[in-house]
């Protein structure tokens, strides 16, 4: 999306959602950046502060979570929907979305894309595409 740097990813957050409250021009990109920020409350105050928060960790060993991955992994699950890939998932996103909002029907979505990134992680391989089908029509 940005590159793997994790401050550069991290300024796009915060350039989007100002540009967002400011009400100038956005790029597809930043639309749908700022769309996932302002589903989130909970992060405007991260984000309304810009610079000062742009090296924070959070400690997942300690209970926190890491707004930057949530919201990616929402962008990620938009991208896929948008273009079908993998092949269903649009699908499968529409039956989700008839069930609950699209919102919610992200999250149960997102919590299969991590264990498909987890265990493609773990293994040194690709996703497999087919075992993340399987997880989403378990749903």
């Known amino acids: 999306m940005f590159g793997n740097d994790r401050n550069e990813i991290r300024r796009a957050y915060y350039d989007a959602w100002q540009k967002a409250q400011q009400d100038q021009d956005l790029t597809p990109l930043e639309l749908m950046i700022a769309e996932v920020v302002q589903l989130h409350p909970e992060y405007h105050k991260l984000l309304n502060a810009g ?59 997102m919590e299969c894309l991590g264990e498909a990134m987890w265990s493609a992680q773990r293994s040194g391989t690709p996703p497999d595409e087919s075992l993340y089908l399987v997880c989403l029509r378990k749903i």
């Open 51 to 109: 610079e000062a928060t742009i090296d924070a960790d959070f400690a997942v060993d300690q209970g926190e979570s890491n707004p930057f991955l949530h919201m990616g992994m929402h962008i990620a699950i938009r991208e896929q929907v948008s273009t079908d890939r993998p092949p269903g998932i649009a699908m499968l996103h529409q039956q989700l979305s008839q069930r609950a909002d699209h919102h919610q029907a992200e999250h149960k979505m």
